[in-house]
T-cell receptor, first 114, second 113 residues
Framework: GDSVTQMEGPVTLSEEAFLTINCTYT??????LFWYVQYPGEGLQLLLK?????DKGSNKGFEATYRKETTSFHLEKGSVQVSDSAVYFC?????????????FGKGTLLTVNP | DAGVIQSPRHEVTEMGQEVTLRCKPI?????LFWYRQTMMRGLELLIY????????DSGMPEDRFSAKMPNASFSTLKIQPSEPRDSAVYFC???????????FGPGTRLTVL
């Protein structure tokens, strides 16, 4: 079955540091890939997505590239801010049909200190 | 546009009581999902509906949990009787053809004493 593995947290960084959160996946089809962010006390929000190999999703300074050869979708940001402190979830939706089910990783807690 | 609406936002109840959580999906969306989030187990999919029909309820923990979607604009998740281990944040999400992603509500924080 489908699965998503993301790096264990928590991750603690100083402001303006470089961020990488690793995500790898297994899927039976040709999935779409997502990063969701959950700020304290809120629901999940879509951060970025990519639907085919070599696509780069980007938003709010975050980027992730769909790497089919390594089945990865690592999240990066060049300079984090305190306001980026949140839980980040990698997810996939397998291809085809009317199945809109997402498979999520366990989440990575990021804390950014001033 | 209004997003996914959940009510109540917080619920505190005593063990053995019935709890009903409510969700209004985004207008026009035809798929709806219920999730549970805890520190121990992370984010778990409980059940999802397509066109008001339950498609996969394999994540529903046990018979104490039930979910309904009587129409395209309303769904409920009921726990009867509730137990302390049901304490969690419950999220509802919706989507539709033309979208890949799901749109999440703000969640209901349930505490069972």
């Amino acid at each position: 079955g489908d699965s998503v593995t993301q790096m264990e947290g928590p991750v603690t960084l100083s402001e303006e540091a470089f961020l990488t959160i690793n995500c790898t996946y297994t899927a039976t089809g040709y999935p779409s890939l997502f990063w969701y962010v959950q700020y304290p006390g809120e629901g999940l929000q879509l951060l970025l997505k990519a639907t085919k190999a070599d696509d780069k999703g980007s938003n709010k300074g975050f980027e992730a590239t769909y790497r089919k050869e390594t089945t990865s979708f690592h999240l990066e940001k060049g300079s984090v801010q305190v306001s980026d402190s949140a839980v980040y979830f990698c997810a996939l939706r397998d291809s085809g049909g009317s199945n809109y089910k997402l498979t999520f990783g366990k989440g990575t807690l990021l804390t950014v200190n001033p | 546009d209004a997003g996914v609406i959940q009510s109540p936002r917080h619920e505190v109840t005593e063990m053995g009581q019935e709890v009903t959580l409510r969700c209004k999906p985004i207008s026009g969306h035809n798929s709806l999902f219920w999730y549970r989030q805890t520190m121990m187990r992370g984010l778990e999919l409980l059940i999802y509906f397509n066109n008001n029909v339950p498609i996969d309820d394999s994540g529903m923990p046990e018979d104490r949990f039930s979910a309904k979607m009587p129409n395209a604009s309303f769904s409920t998740l009921k726990i009867q009787p509730s137990e302390p281990r049901d304490s969690a944040v419950y999220f509802c999400a919706s989507t539709s053809i033309g979208y890949n992603e799901q749109f999440f509500g703000p969640g209901t924080r349930l505490t069972v004493l």
